[in-house]
């Protein structure tokens, strides 16, 4: 029987509809069987998030598909080779947004504290194309929030936070943008909104509010190296700091298509969202995580069901480093697929290193090909068409400036998609194809029921791409792009780990008019006799046997070998600069043009093959590519660096194409191939005429259009053209036809006036001019101009003509000044104030110390998995303290909430005696609380440490039946049991400071990096985000338990209820769960079983006070006020009862349980109750029942 009812609430994820919708066994090119299903896969620490029923966390487990690997025809890989799921990725290619800071707190009157940690954190980012790159980029806005121990005072919050890269592979920086602060007025938000001042004013600013009585709050933040600075106060009962940063690239790789009617190309954005964590009883633990995801229309999630085994193989991954929960979210209210979205909230933090990810499947909008016509008729009226994107609205005021003289100017972007010009009448295009082709051992898999290899498959589909091409040379003759005097060569290099074998073909176009071609395509492709006899006839039996002879070698290509993507790529140089480069060099009128398409089925196993790749791109006159990747041992990250080297795109699938999706395939392919054979290098001329001015001397002209930065492949500017008297002309060079560069404008001319008068030339030929409103808007399109002026990105040229060092500090500090975002070089900060209310100003001897933030420095012996250092800063370390209390030992095995019961679980997970009828949370009976075993009671002060020192008179002894905590308690320990407590010697007492540096801490270096840091450094370095003392999860978990298990034991003993009348100060975003706090000094309160760590006082009466960095360290509320900290304290959370902690502790054990005990759906089946109408004594019960943790939950 449930112990919570008939009807759990928590179901386990499983498979209800197809593996992957729309997938069957087609006929069709190459016949390959679709996906079929296998067993059961069960994937631990993987948890779907559901808003219904009742915000649970379901374990991903279902059904995986059968993919074939080579492994399955005994072809064993070596090392290098990919064998993890389609679609799988390893933690270093996350998008991993880390949230790593350090706040200290001043009040009016009370003692300062530090390293406070927040009482709410909150991401919310939107991933959004960068228009025209086929790359993704990132707005979040982050919310820290912290609440006022003190209301009555008020609060001072300074807080430092390390700035981050989104990603270890991509060293792309997470750049702060804006900052709005909030403080909480008579039950509602106030913003206070920044402003961009000096950084020394605005520091003089907020001084002035925070030590005066000016009935205001003030905030500003400025940025220090690597480190963002912020300071709030003086806040009431609680103040929120909101950063907004922009990521102008996110990590993306090409999904791989699972199935035959996969519909289109995905690109996939892993984005992962680290939590902060701490263990169970550490009352930093009462803090609301909220993350918010939006993304492009059509964007889904990658499905968990059909990509069960890639979840699986990136948990295996992610476990290398260290036990972790990852959650995925759940669509969040309103989401559609025009406007998709996903969320996930909690109201108190995990109790391990927990993750949500957001694993991103977005559909390719541009696949960079055009829809031509049978006749490529498209091509015939190609025409350079130079698109203004005109900012809207506010945004174009903002991107207004003052130049010498007091002239108006506009910054403006313009995105020019080039097109070749009409050819010169004596031009000769050389182009070649590049085929480099896998035959590697693994190519030799058979392909599902086909007999064929896949290296068969690659060998039948190359040939039909070269005989659509074919096809389309008379068209393209027609067309005007190619002429009689052009030469269409052929390499081909096929490579395992050398060359296997390479072989080439060159044809005139001119021996190649629509007659020829169809019959060559008829002998080509069917044997045809009679049309090998006419080409006989007509004299064209050497290119026939030309063409069979190359077709024959390439039918012949068999696998065998490891992978070396360099030799291939070397040699395919190699024979491009013997065959090509040398034979048309010295030729003024000859173009060459360069088309690759690289086929494989796995990866790169040796060898640095980007750099040849890149060599191959610049010397072989590469203008594009196309990489295809066919099979389970695809290297998706490698394919997708492949093809942006050969400025082309990719197609990954399990298997070749479908007979409905060839024809669509070889269209794209014709497409792309065409762009290239229309290239050629261009020169572009940028211009506007010019506009009069009148300085003291009298008339001066200057030119209407400047242009400041061009962004686009190998793009450089030249000296300007001076061909006019009035104006000149901004040249780019470096471009090839047919590609799209981004101009950076500075328009004197209105923006209204400038489609009229903008001259956009290639090669002499005027573009089309059209206006459109810009895509990028608002603060993105302000951080996107500050962020290039202040130090241009990858692949943006400066024109140092016209953009000198004086100019641009001068568009900076405007930009600047106008969107109100700091500068890259930190010379301005951003400062706000409001009218709040009137509260006690804070001197500057109460106000906090400054923050030191965490070192990032490797530690020498880190903890295993997790390495040293906590989320908030500073260091950890020291041996456990170990207190406990003497008392008689009980019995378990009574129901949570009711009473005792025969059949059922106690919470000892099965074993106790007792406990059936009613669950964790069954119906409150009447009758004192159940008393609890000697073990539970004798060892644990309530926050005390896990397993105490080995040279204690503790010992660790299996569970029994009536003790599932599994300790037991020795003689000797009872002596240990005193009441008042000794302190340790200060030699092994190792001050502990998880969130920053104590006074005393001098010996400890702050490590200031001058570049931001990684996902991993900080991940590393703060313990996972760990809030509390340094320790692994699986300790904490234990630990905790025990603590809690204590706590109520304790409760137990109490003489008196605490009084009534409490004044209380709740915080909403927990208020469902934990109910409302008292006032800081209840006097009547015993908390026994505690005592003061400074004074000694046993037990603590009043307001208990515990450090949220120390396992077991607690204070009166006399001495948190008079700042009698014991050393290494810090962080102080007040505990008001010990109601209040029981249900703090049991909110986050709510939260939270599937992730500690992922198979317990029987014990946490019904719907909680709210703790906050629970008595103390249905509380005590409750822990009661709670069980031992699973073997496998934390480990």
Not at 900 to 928: D, E, I, K, M, T
Not at 1011 to 1024: I, K, N, Q, Y
Request: aromatic share 6%.
């Amino acid at each position: 029987m449930s112990l919570f009812g008939s009807s759990p609430v928590m179901q386990m994820a499983t498979m209800s509809a197809p593996l992957v919708p729309g997938v069957q066994s087609v006929g069709g090119l190459f016949d390959d069987l679709s996906l079929s299903v296998g067993a059961e896969v069960e994937v631990p620490d993987i948890f779907l998030a559901s808003k219904e029923p009742a915000n649970t966390l379901q374990q991903l487990k279902g059904p995986a598909p059968i993919i074939r690997t080579p492994q399955d025809d005994n072809i064993q890989p070596v090392q290098g080779d990919d064998t993890t799921a389609p679609n799988a990725v390893i933690p270093s290619r996350l998008n991993h947004i880390v949230c790593v800071s350090s706040a200290n707190v001043g009040f009016s009157e009370t003692a300062k504290d530090k390293n406070m940690p927040p009482s709410g954190l909150s991401y919310e980012a939107v991933v959004e194309e960068v228009l025209g790159s086929g790359a993704y980029g990132l707005t979040l806005k982050m919310t820290l929030e912290y609440e006022n121990p003190f209301p009555k005072e008020g609060m001072v919050v300074w807080l430092k936070k390390h700035q981050q890269v989104i990603c270890d592979d991509l060293k792309s920086e997470l750049m702060l943008v804006e900052t709005v602060f909030q403080d909480y007025v008579r039950g509602q938000w106030e913003t206070i909104t920044t402003d961009i001042r000096y950084a020394e004013e605005a520091e003089a600013v907020v001084q002035a509010v925070i030590t005066t009585d000016s009935s205001q709050t003030a905030g500003r933040v400025k940025q220090e190296g690597c480190v963002e600075d912020a300071k709030l106060g003086p806040v009431g009962e609680k103040g929120r700091i909101v950063l907004t940063y922009r990521c102008s690239q996110l990590y993306s790789y090409a999904e791989m298509k699972l199935g035959t009617n996969s519909s289109g190309q995905r690109t996939l954005v892993p984005v992962a969202f680290q939590l902060p964590w701490s263990s169970l009883d550490n009352p930093a633990n009462d803090c609301s995580v909220h993350v918010d995801v939006s993304a492009p229309a059509g964007t889904q999630l990658l499905c968990p069901q059909t990509n069960i085994l890639a979840y699986r193989d990136f948990q295996r991954s992610l476990h290398t480093l260290g036990s972790q929960a990852v959650i995925l979210p759940s669509p969040a209210q309103g989401s559609s697929s025009d406007a998709p979205s996903w969320s996930f909230d909690r109201s108190a933090l995990p109790p391990k290193p927990t993750m949500v990810l957001a694993w991103l499947s977005i559909p390719e909008v541009d696949d960079g090909w055009e829809q031509l016509d049978d006749d490529f008729a498209a091509m015939k009226v190609a025409q350079t068409q130079a698109t203004i994107l005109k900012p809207s609205g506010l945004d174009a005021s903002l991107l207004s400036t003052k130049l010498p003289g007091q002239q108006d100017a506009h910054l403006v972007r313009c995105m020019v998609t080039t097109e070749a010009p009409p050819r010169p009448p004596n031009s000769v295009r050389v182009h070649t194809d590049i085929t480099i082709s896998d035959a590697s051992g693994s190519t030799g898999m058979r392909r599902g029921n086909v007999t064929d290899t896949v290296r068969a498959g690659f060998n039948k589909y190359e040939e039909q791409r070269l005989l659509r091409r074919l096809e389309a040379i008379p068209k393209l003759v027609e067309a005007g792009v190619l002429t009689n005097s052009d030469v269409w060569n052929q390499i081909w290099v096929i490579f395992d780990h050398g060359v296997k074998q390479e072989f080439g073909l060159r044809t005139e176009v001119k021996d190649l008019d629509t007659q020829t071609v169809r019959q060559l395509l008829q002998v080509l492709r069917s044997s045809d006799g009679v049309a090998e006899g006419a080409l006989n006839q007509a004299g064209k039996s050497s290119l026939l046997q030309n063409w069979k002879q190359a077709l024959k070698k390439l039918q012949s290509i068999h696998p065998g070998g490891a992978t070396s993507f360099v030799a291939g790529t070397d040699r395919a140089k190699q024979l491009y600069l013997q065959d090509v480069t040398k034979r048309s060099s010295g030729q003024d009128n000859i173009r060459r043009t360069t088309y690759v398409n690289f086929d494989t089925d796995g990866g790169n196993n040796c060898g640095p093959c980007y750099k040849a790749i890149a060599a191959l791109t610049k010397e072989a006159d590469v203008v594009q590519g196309h990489v295809t990747g066919i099979g389970a041992w695809v290297d998706q990250d490698c394919a997708t660096k492949v093809a942006k080297l050969l400025k082309g795109s990719t197609s990954l699938s399990l298997q070749f194409p479908s007979l409905e999706e060839a024809d669509a395939v070889f269209r794209q392919d014709l497409s792309r191939w065409g762009k290239t054979l229309r290239s050629c290098p261009i020169e572009v001329k940028v211009s506007a005429g010019s506009l009069a001015w009148t300085a003291r001397h009298g008339s001066r002209n200057e030119n209407g259009v400047d242009v400041l930065m061009a962004k686009g492949d190998g793009v450089t500017f030249g000296q300007p053209d001076v061909s006019e008297q009035t104006y000149t002309k901004s040249v780019m060079k470096g471009v090839q036809a047919g590609e799209t560069i981004s101009l950076y404008m500075l328009s004197r001319w209105p923006l209204e006036q400038l489609a009229a008068t903008l001259r956009v030339e290639v090669e002499g030929v005027q573009a089309r001019i059209a206006t459109r409103t810009d895509p990028m808007r608002g603060v993105t399109l302000g951080h996107h101009w500050i962020s290039n002026l202040g130090g241009p990105g990858e692949g943006v040229a400066v024109n140092k003509s016209v953009l000198c060092t004086r100019l641009r500090q001068r568009l900076e500090d405007d930009m600047s000044f106008a969107w109100n975002l700091p500068t890259k070089s930190g010379s301005t900060a951003a400062v706000g104030r409001a009218k709040t209310e009137q509260r006690p100003p804070v001197p500057a001897e109460k106000q906090p110390v400054e923050p030191e933030v965490i070192s990032l420095a490797p530690k020498v012996e880190p903890i295993v998995g997790f390495g040293g250092g906590t989320f908030f800063g500073g260091r950890c370390g020291g041996p456990p303290r170990v207190r406990c209390a003497a008392a008689a030992a009980p019995t378990l095995g009574v129901n949570a909430f009711g009473a005792a019961g025969g059949g059922g679980c106690g919470f000892g997970g099965g074993n106790g005696g007792g406990g059936g009828g009613g669950g964790l949370f069954g119906s409150a009976s009447a009758g004192p609380p159940p008393a609890l075993p000697q073990a539970a009671m004798g060892l644990m002060h309530p926050m005390m440490a896990a397993p105490p020192p080995s040279n204690s008179n503790f010992s660790m002894a299996p569970a029994a039946a009536s003790n599932s905590l599994g300790l037991s308690v020795s003689k000797e320990s009872a002596s240990l049991c005193r009441s008042k407590k000794k302190k340790l010697p200060q030699s092994s007492r190792t001050p502990i400071n998880p969130w920053g540096h104590d006074e005393d801490d001098d010996d400890d270096a702050v490590n200031c990096k001058v570049t931001p840091a990684t996902p991993s450094e900080l991940l590393r370095a703060s313990g996972f985000m760990r809030i509390g003392a340094e320790e692994e999860p699986v300790a904490a978990a234990k630990r905790s338990l025990q603590a809690l298990q204590y706590l109520a034991q304790q409760a137990t003993l109490l003489p008196t209820q605490p009084p009534r009348g409490h004044v209380f100060n709740e915080d909403p975003l927990v208020a469902d769960l934990l109910g409302t706090k008292p006032a800081n000094n209840q006097a009547g309160v015993v908390h026994m079983g505690f005592v003061c760590d400074a004074t000694n006082q046993n037990p603590i009466t009043g307001v208990r006070y515990k450090a949220t960095n120390q396992k077991d360290m607690d204070i009166t509320h006399a001495a948190r006020v008079e700042g009698k900290f014991p050393m290494g304290g810090s962080g102080w959370k007040a505990i008001a009862d010990p109601a209040i902690a029981l249900r703090q502790n049991l909110a986050g054990v709510l939260c939270w349980w599937q992730v500690m005990w992922p198979h317990r759906g029987d014990l946490f089946g019904q719907p909680f109750p709210d703790l906050r109408t629970l008595s103390l004594h249905d509380l005590v019960t409750a822990v009661q029942k709670l069980p031992v943790l699973e073997a496998a939950a934390l480990v």
